[in-house]
């Protein structure tokens, strides 16, 4: 296995690892939120409102990430780096996605904006699990009454 090729199923991996991972934790938050709202139920209706905001956030990156994976698995199908890019680019651009470009972005680019969304969707989630204690502590201590 070639250079780009180790370093491209090591992103797959990893971009799979993520999504899986951040959409799990984002489900079981979606699932869990209802049944610990406390006896004064949805009482900050507008906090409630954002944690389902941030959870969606998160599963709808995780999708993006189980997609990007799958581009670069369909990289890894060609015989060199740059066919597999340019299939990239040929894939998005008959779904309608993006324009193809004259030149194929390097790799290094395109590892460069998936860690950004793997930022992203772990910020979302982080922000979605600290909103989540905030309501259950005011679910605990009485609610909005």
């Not at 992203?120 to 982080?126: F, G, P």
Request: hydrophobic share 60%.
């Amino acid at each position: 296995m070639s250079d780009w090729r180790t370093e491209t199923a090591r992103a797959v991996r990893r971009l799979c690892y993520n999504s899986i991972g951040g959409g799990l934790v984002a489900l079981f938050l979606l699932a869990v939120a209802p049944l610990t709202a406390g006896v004064h139920g949805f009482g900050a209706a507008l906090g409630w409102l954002l944690l389902l905001a941030f959870c969606l956030v998160a599963l709808a990156l995780a999708v993006h990430l189980l997609f990007d994976a799958a581009l670069f698995r369909i990289a890894l199908s060609h015989d060199g780096e740059e066919a597999g890019l340019a299939a990239i680019d040929a894939a998005l651009a008959r779904m309608g996605l993006r324009a193809k470009p004259a030149v194929p972005a390097p790799l290094s680019q395109r590892f460069s904006g998936c860690r950004r969304l793997i930022l992203l969707q772990w910020l979302a989630l982080v922000a979605g699990i600290v909103l989540y204690g905030i309501l259950l502590v005011d679910a605990v201590n009485g609610g909005s009454q």
